[in-house]
């Protein structure tokens, strides 16, 4: 089985645990862009966002330079934004068809996990198992992980 991890991440959270299971599985990383991108404040971020549950954006996302064709398993890394996925991922899973992978999910957030998971299991074609929700302290610049390590290295041993 070829595995590719695909995440979107505004600070660095997603990416260091992307960095970390890719670091364990030594397999192949895509980030996602979006064309344009957010503000580099952060509160303006979480303003103009807000209505992400509903309106269920899909904004343009950079062309990824990847064959998907080559890979079976899928590990997809997400922050929660207003309790659902990222419009960048939201426009990944919108855009290319999974189906026939093994889609296997992180989330990371500060507790409210909201319909993450669920969002992802209905806009993808993919088989979605063994996901993990990642927290961290609400402080965004702390990056301090509250999920324990044990947690984490547990699901990567399980999904590799
Ligand atoms: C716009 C925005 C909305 C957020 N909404 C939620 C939320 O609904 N639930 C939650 O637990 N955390 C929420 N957070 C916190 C992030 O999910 C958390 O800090 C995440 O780990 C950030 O990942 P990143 O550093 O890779 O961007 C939000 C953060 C932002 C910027």
């Given at each position: 089985?070829?595995?590719?991890?695909?995440?979107?991440?505004?600070?660095?959270?997603?990416?260091?645990?992307?960095?970390?299971?890719?670091?364990?599985?030594?397999?192949d990383?895509?980030?996602?862009?979006?064309?344009?991108?957010?503000?580099?404040?952060?509160?303006?971020?979480?303003?103009?966002?807000e209505?992400?549950?509903?309106?269920?954006?899909?904004?343009?996302?950079?062309?990824?330079?990847?064959?998907?064709?080559?890979?079976?398993?899928?590990?997809?890394?997400?922050?929660?934004?207003?309790?659902?996925?990222?419009?960048p991922?939201?426009?990944?899973?919108?855009?290319?068809?999974?189906?026939?992978?093994?889609?296997?999910?992180?989330?990371?957030?500060?507790?409210?996990?909201?319909?993450?998971?669920?969002?992802?299991?209905?806009?993808?074609?993919?088989?979605?198992?063994?996901?993990?929700?990642?927290?961290?302290?609400?402080?965004?610049?702390?990056n301090?992980?509250?999920?324990?390590?044990?947690?984490?290295?547990?699901?990567?041993?399980?999904?590799?």
């Open positions: 089985m070829k595995t590719l991890i695909v995440y979107y991440g505004y600070g660095n959270h997603t990416r260091m645990i992307a960095n970390m299971i890719k670091e364990e599985l030594g397999c990383i895509l980030e996602i862009k979006p064309k344009i991108p957010y503000s580099a404040d952060y509160q303006t971020v979480v303003d103009e966002t209505d992400n549950l509903e309106t269920r954006e899909t904004p343009e996302i950079e062309d990824i330079n990847i064959d998907l064709g080559n890979y079976d398993k899928i590990i997809l890394g997400t922050p929660v934004w207003w309790y659902t996925i990222t419009p991922i939201r426009t990944f899973l919108t855009t290319y068809d999974l189906s026939g992978k093994i889609v296997i999910p992180f989330a990371t957030n500060a507790g409210w996990l909201g319909s993450t998971f669920e969002e992802i299991k209905e806009l993808c074609k993919g088989k979605v198992e063994n996901e993990l929700s990642i927290k961290f302290t609400t402080e965004h610049s702390e301090k992980l509250l999920t324990s390590n044990k947690e984490i290295t547990d699901w990567i041993n399980k999904i590799k």
